[in-house]
């Protein structure tokens, strides 16, 4: 199964995960990544790959930027 991470500013990607888990239930391979204005791109980056380690179980991983 694909896994997806839900990337944008502040605290959107948790409010549009929460959203999503309330209409459809746990999602175990989603994970939303916040970050906020003056975050470094190495924090950033970190972030991101803890997220494509969490949810990548071999068939691919789908990144949503908003």
């Keep these: 199964m694909l896994g997806w991470v839900i990337t944008c500013h502040d605290e959107q990607a948790q409010e549009m995960l929460d959203k999503l888990e309330a209409r459809f239930g746990p999602l175990v391979q989603c994970r ?3 970050y906020w204005r003056g975050l470094s ?4 980056s970190r972030m991101m790959c803890d997220a494509l380690h969490e949810t990548d179980t071999g068939d691919g991983v789908i990144f949503l930027y908003r």
């Design 41 to 44: 791109t190495n924090m950033l």
């Design 32 to 34: 939303a990544v916040n």
